[in-house]
């Protein structure tokens, strides 16, 4: 059942020019429904791994046998606090989750709208401008998603570019530079908390800090657990599915023709191209001993539930390596099942859609610029690091 399947080191999933990571691991279909890979976490250790959607739902719901609590991000610094609520399981996990459920509701985002659009409106103004060429990651793509993000957490814009390198450090970064990013983090997230008790303000530190869960305040090491996950889960995920959507339609001029078209296709076609360039492999941990799908899994194994390799599941979607903006009934996982789904999805959406409604309509026909190459990676979650679009 072992199979040379890494989302680490398996071909193309290093950083690679003009790479398809997404395609790259599509081939995990070839094999069985479960196997064991050796070397698929970032720190080298083995996971099983589920190919189908319908085993990944199942374990994503079966918290009594698969747990989220690993502490992935304190244990690189040999520590061993959750990330909340995500690396904790029910029941304590929904007493979070209802005290963090308001701030990213649907209601709540929309009120955020008219500020995502501006913000987008005003950045890609700025580009049109001053070229007809730009790197939409670092020019837009970045800018955007984090100064909104940023704007939600309370955070200073001016910090933006500091931000986006720690959490690049943090999630691509080897050994000391990922350490050193990760103690950066913990650190600034302590000291904002602790600035929000003593000067009280309207937004998230301070919601958390004077927040109550049963009846009592939250402890310090709960109140930096939510803080380093909500800061590591929005800092870079919206900006690399809008580079990956980009540099599809780039090289995809009919489909990019059809959105510009019919713009209130964008919406459909965004849930196509999260299926289809889904970032996120999330990781559980067996509690006990179980035989899954005729898999030996021994308490304490790991199980990778990949959702780039789920979204290509072929018996859960017909021709899952085409690309159909017009697909519906689209049941992807790009934002997790279960009680971990994501709690930023709503938002993440509004960001996708209103970035690419402004993006075309006001930026005329893109093309990868000739000779530049976008480089992607693999890993825990997957990367674009460059988009260099020309439409002179
Ligand atoms: C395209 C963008 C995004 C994608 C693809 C994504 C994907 C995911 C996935 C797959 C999970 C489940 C992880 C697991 O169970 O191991 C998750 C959880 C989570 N996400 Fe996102 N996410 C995105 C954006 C955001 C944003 C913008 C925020 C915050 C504003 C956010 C906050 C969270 C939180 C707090 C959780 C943990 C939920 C829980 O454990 O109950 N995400 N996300």
Redesign the pocket.
Known sequence: MVRDFSLFTSPGMGPTPDGDPHAAVACAHDAPSIFYSPNNTRDGRGTWVITRAKDQRRV?HDTATFS?HRSIFASALGENWPMI??ELDPPA?GIF?SL?NPL?SPKRVMVLEPAIRERAIVLIDGISAASTSCDVMTDFAFPFAVNI?LR?LGLPDERLDTFVGWGKDLLHGEGVKRTAAARTIVAFIDDLAAVRRKEPTDDFMTFIVEAKVDGRSLTDEEVRGIGV??FV??LD??AT?IGFDLAYLARNPKDQQLLRREPDRIGLAAEEL?RAY???Q??RVAKKDIDFEGAPIRKGDYISCA?MIANRDPAEFENPNTIDLAREDNRHT???YG???????H??RRE?VIGLEEWLSRIPDFRIKEDTAPITYGGHVFGIENLILDWS
Do not use: K, N
């Open positions: 994503l989220s609520p995500l996990h989750r963090l990213l993000f939600f996950l909500v889960a929005g995920t919206v599915a999260l889904s970032t996120v999330m990781i959702t790009a934002f997790a009680p971990h789904r994501c709690l930023g999805s938002l993440a996708i």
